[in-house]
């Protein structure tokens, strides 16, 4: 449940300054003060705890899941594509968090009643991590290619990572400043840099691109969105009418950003996928992986939306969004899994 603020135990007390009225004797039903510090104790050592086994759960499924979708197929391996896959999971991680921070403002300015406080900003840190992830695979591409760092540069994909990696340090430049709203130029090319890179086939590379940002824009919001207002909710705990204003505000705009990511997800599977196959490719199992994720995603989304227009309190539909966010985390790392297997035409019957 929300509760406001605990009161503050260093407030003067003694002549002249009023004192709140004693508390009644604890009865048989009533929760003890103890028990309630020794929950919170316990909920603020199990946190991080959870916190680290999903994070050792999202690295282990980055580092093998291209190897366990790959097995079976006769496709060839990808030299170091379980680390590649760490390193486009942190990109795309980054970029939904800086264009989540960009976006979860626009949401809470028209909020009436709002707290004036406001979470602290990770846009910096993360467009810094995401530009590391794109160096990182400059120089795994330069090791693998059996190139100097320049030589890589001159190449098709080193080049677009370069462009990558430079564009977020110009956002996380932006962020810092006091017009963090600039980083979105950046971030434009970050993301168009990025739907070319992932479309180097010969067979409409175009408008494969063009799938790709519009997709990739619309996964950005939807993810990092949701953590910033989650973020916010929990700082707001003490308002729930305002909390609950801006997840509705929120869930408005997801259904259309659900939208655009079904529509162009669904015409990019049928342009990259034959459908002889779908079981028999890694990319064509990697890509079932997501589809369950997304009905997951989905349920919980649906769930939490009922449960806000149903209840005042919005503890409950904050508890599915939560959990939303963690299947949306899994999507990413599929997402990025989905980036490096190889391209399923190679292996279809069809000629």
Same mark, same amino acid.
């Given at each position: 449940?929300?509760?406001g603020p605990?009161?503050?135990?260093? !407030?003067?007390?003694?002549?002249?300054?009023?004192?709140?009225p004693?508390?009644?004797?604890?009865?048989?039903?009533?929760?003890r003060? *103890?028990?309630?510090?020794?929950?919170e104790?316990g909920?603020?050592?199990?946190?991080?705890?959870?916190?680290?086994?999903?994070?050792?759960l999202t690295?282990? %499924? =980055?580092?093998?899941?291209?190897g366990?979708? =790959?097995? *079976?197929t006769?496709?060839?391996r990808i030299?170091?594509?379980?680390l590649?896959?760490?390193?486009?999971?942190?990109?795309? !991680?980054?970029?939904?968090?800086?264009?989540?921070?960009?976006?979860?403002?626009?949401?809470?300015r028209?909020?009436?009643?709002?707290?004036?406080?406001?979470?602290?900003?990770?846009?910096?840190?993360a467009?810094?991590?995401?530009?590391?992830?794109?160096?990182?695979?400059? @120089?795994?591409?330069?090791?693998?290619?059996?190139?100097?760092?320049?030589?890589?540069y001159?190449?098709?994909?080193?080049?677009?990572l370069?462009?990558?990696?430079?564009?977020?340090v110009?956002?996380a430049?932006?962020?810092?400043?006091?017009?963090?709203?600039?980083?979105?130029?950046?971030?434009?090319? @970050?993301i168009?840099?990025?739907?070319?890179?992932?479309?180097?086939?010969?067979y409409s590379?175009?408008f494969?691109?063009?799938?790709?940002?519009?997709?990739?824009?619309? =996964?950005?919001? +939807?993810t990092?969105?949701?953590?910033y207002?989650?973020?916010?909710?929990w700082? +707001?705990?003490?308002?729930?009418?305002a909390?609950? !204003?801006l997840?509705?505000?929120?869930?408005r705009?997801?259904?259309?950003?659900?939208? !655009?990511? =079904?529509?162009?997800?669904?015409?990019?599977?049928?342009?990259?996928l034959?459908l002889?196959?779908?079981?028999?490719?890694?990319?064509g199992?990697?890509?079932?992986?997501?589809?369950?994720?997304m009905?997951?995603?989905?349920?919980?989304?649906?769930?939490?939306?009922r449960?806000?227009?149903?209840?005042?309190?919005?503890s409950?539909?904050?508890?599915?969004?939560?959990?939303e966010?963690? %299947?949306?985390g899994l999507?990413? %790392?599929v997402?990025?899994i989905?980036?490096? %297997?190889?391209?399923?035409?190679?292996?279809?019957?069809?000629?």
């Amino acid at each position: 449940m929300y509760s406001g603020p605990p009161a503050d135990p260093a !407030a003067p007390t003694g002549p002249g300054i009023p004192t709140a009225p004693a508390a009644p004797a604890p009865t048989g039903d009533a929760p003890r003060a *103890g028990a309630t510090a020794e929950g919170e104790s316990g909920r603020s050592r199990t946190t991080p705890l959870l916190l680290c086994a999903a994070g050792a759960l999202t690295l282990l %499924v =980055a580092l093998l899941g291209p190897g366990i979708a =790959a097995r *079976g197929t006769g496709e060839l391996r990808i030299p170091g594509a379980g680390l590649t896959t760490v390193l486009r999971t942190v990109l795309f !991680a980054a970029l939904a968090l800086h264009l989540g921070e960009l976006l979860g403002p626009q949401l809470i300015r028209p909020v009436r009643g709002r707290p004036r406080t406001a979470v602290r900003s990770w846009a910096v840190l993360a467009s810094l991590a995401g530009a590391a992830a794109a160096a990182g695979q400059i @120089v795994r591409l330069a090791a693998v290619s059996d190139l100097g760092i320049t030589e890589t540069y001159g190449t098709r994909e080193g080049g677009l990572l370069l462009l990558i990696a430079n564009g977020l340090v110009l956002a996380a430049l932006c962020a810092a400043s006091k017009r963090s709203a600039l980083a979105l130029a950046p971030l434009a090319v @970050v993301i168009g840099a990025e739907a070319l890179r992932a479309h180097p086939e010969a067979y409409s590379p175009e408008f494969g691109a063009a799938l790709t940002v519009v997709h990739l824009t619309a =996964a950005s919001l +939807w993810t990092g969105g949701l953590l910033y207002v989650l973020r916010t909710m929990w700082l +707001w705990r003490g308002s729930p009418v305002a909390a609950r !204003a801006l997840l509705g505000r929120y869930a408005r705009l997801a259904i259309w950003l659900y939208v !655009a990511l =079904a529509a162009t997800g669904t015409v990019s599977a049928l342009r990259r996928l034959p459908l002889d196959v779908v079981v028999t490719s890694a990319y064509g199992r990697t890509l079932l992986v997501k589809l369950a994720l997304m009905a997951v995603v989905s349920g919980l989304a649906v769930a939490a939306r009922r449960r806000m227009l149903r209840d005042a309190d919005p503890s409950v539909a904050h508890l599915l969004a939560r959990r939303e966010q963690v %299947v949306l985390g899994l999507v990413v %790392v599929v997402s990025a899994i989905l980036t490096v %297997v190889p391209d399923p035409h190679w292996i279809s019957l069809r000629p």
